[in-house]
């Protein structure tokens, strides 16, 4: 890093318990509101590992099935409503071409891994989200979601 992005990267650091905390509250914001819409039907919700305190990236939902769209179709849904999604990063890393002809020790079939990389989404946690915001973003899921169950 440069010396200018040093001296931004130190000052943001003054601010980091108040992102963490707006982080959180984000993070429990959606869930609240995900579960209140029923939408849990359509999607696995995350959750903190027993006895972690994260500070959360994102809101990364995996699709249950059922809701009738692809996760490509969802996304792109959400998108054009305004909510920002994202893919997650590398998914199962097996399946990237690096690890392609290495020898290596897999255990089971990690259905769950691969079902995570191909279903799975994240949306946004940023601190400046507002609660009208976090309302907006999970009255547009609940419509992108159950409109494939029509």
């Known amino acids: 890093v440069s010396d200018m992005q040093a001296a931004i990267g130190v000052s943001q650091l003054d601010k980091i318990d108040h992102f963490i905390e707006r982080r959180n509250a984000n ?3 959606l869930t609240r509101r995900i579960k209140d819409a029923g939408l849990e039907e359509f999607v696995h919700l995350p959750q903190a590992t027993p006895g972690s305190q994260p500070s959360w990236f994102g809101y990364h939902m995996t699709l249950r099935g059922g809701c009738g ?3 490509t179709e969802i996304v792109s849904a959400l998108e054009d ?3 920002g999604t994202r893919l997650l990063f590398g998914g199962n890393l097996l399946r990237q071409p690096a690890f ?10 990690l259905k769950n891994t691969d079902k995570v990389m191909h279903d799975g989404f994240w949306i946004g946690v940023w601190p400046g989200i507002t609660e009208e915001m976090l309302d907006y973003m999970v009255m547009a899921l609940g419509q992108v979601l159950r409109k494939g169950t029509k």
């Open 69 to 71: 769209l692809s996760r």
């Open 100 to 109: 392609a002809g290495r020898e290596m020790v897999v255990s089971g079939i």
């Open 27 to 29: 993070f429990d914001g």
């Open 81 to 83: 409503c305004g909510v």
